[in-house]
C-alpha cells in the first residue's frame, strides 16, 4: 500500500528563520510524483512544490526547496526566511504515473512567531 | 482565487435532511475529486470524475451520492447523514501527477 507519513504535527519558526518539515513516504513503484501543498487557515490548498521521482535534482521554487533522498523515500521541505504568510498546514503528497489520485499525509501544522 | 469554488461555504444539517454541495471550476480540467478532510486525519478521497464518467468510488457509504453533469460542475448529494461525516470536504481538479487545483471547501455540521 501506498502512504505517506508526516511525523510531526506542529512546528514554530521565527520569523525570517528556517524550518524543515518531514515526509517519508512508502511506495514499490519507480515513477512518482510527491508534493507539498500549503492549507492556510481559512483559504484555499494550494501547491507549494512538485518534484518527479526519476529528477535527482531537489526542486526549488523561491524560498521552497526539497530535500528528496530516493533510497530513503524522504522528501523534506524547508522554509528559507519564513514569513508570517507561511504559517498554515502543510501537506505531504504522492502519486504514481498514471495515478488518478493524490495519496496525502496527515499534515504539519507550522506557525511562525514574529 | 484558483477558478475553482464551492458552494455553500458553511452547512449545517440535521441527520434527517437533504442537502447538496457544489462545486464549479473554470480551468477547464477533465478531472474533479471530492475529498472529505477530518480533523487530524489525512484528506480522504471519496470520488474521482474524468470527462464527467465516475471512474473511482472509494468505499463511500451510499448517503453520499456524487454527480457531475458536464465538466464545469461537480455535486455532492447528502442525505441521512452521520455526526461523524462532519468534516470540511473539498472539491478539486486536475491531473494529480501535475497540479491539483482546490475549492475552498464546504465546512458541513451534522446534528
Known amino acids: 500500500a501506498q502512504t505517506v507519513t508526516q511525523s510531526q504535527p506542529e512546528m514554530s519558526v521565527q520569523e525570517a528563520e528556517t524550518v524543515t518539515l518531514s515526509c517519508t513516504y512508502d511506495t514499490s513503484e519507480s515513477d512518482y510524483y510527491l508534493f507539498w501543498y500549503k492549507q492556510p487557515p481559512s483559504r484555499q490548498m494550494i501547491l507549494v512544490i512538485r518534484?518527479?521521482?526519476?529528477?535527482?535534482q531537489n526542486a526549488t521554487e523561491n524560498r521552497f526547496s526539497v530535500n528528496f533522498q530516493k533510497a530513503a523515500k524522504s522528501f523534506s521541505l524547508k522554509i528559507s526566511d519564513s514569513q508570517l504568510g507561511d504559517a498554515a498546514m502543510y501537506f505531504c503528497?504522492?502519486?504514481?504515473?498514471?495515478?488518478?489520485?493524490?495519496?496525502f499525509g496527515a499534515g504539519t501544522i507550522l506557525r511562525v512567531k514574529s | 482565487e484558483t477558478g475553482v469554488t464551492q458552494t455553500p461555504r458553511h452547512l449545517v444539517m440535521g441527520m434527517t435532511n437533504k442537502k447538496s454541495l457544489k462545486c464549479e471550476q473554470h480551468?477547464?480540467?477533465?478531472?474533479m475529486y471530492w475529498y472529505k478532510q477530518s480533523a487530524k486525519k489525512p484528506l480522504e478521497l471519496m470520488f474521482v470524475?474524468?470527462?464527467?464518467?465516475?471512474?473511482e468510488n472509494n468505499s463511500v457509504p451510499s448517503r453520499f451520492s456524487p454527480e457531475c453533469p458536464n465538466s464545469s460542475h461537480l455535486f455532492l448529494h447528502l442525505h441521512t447523514l452521520q455526526p461523524e461525516d462532519s468534516a470540511l470536504y473539498l472539491c478539486?481538479?486536475?491531473?494529480?501527477?501535475?497540479?491539483?487545483?482546490f475549492g475552498p471547501g464546504t465546512r458541513l455540521l451534522v446534528l
Open positions: 480551468l477547464g480540467h477533465n478531472a
Open positions: 478539486a481538479v486536475g491531473r494529480p501527477k501535475e497540479t491539483q487545483y
Open positions: 518534484q518527479e521521482a526519476y529528477k535527482q
Open positions: 470524475y474524468n470527462f464527467k464518467e465516475q471512474t
Open positions: 503528497a504522492y502519486t504514481i504515473e498514471y495515478g488518478n489520485k493524490l495519496v
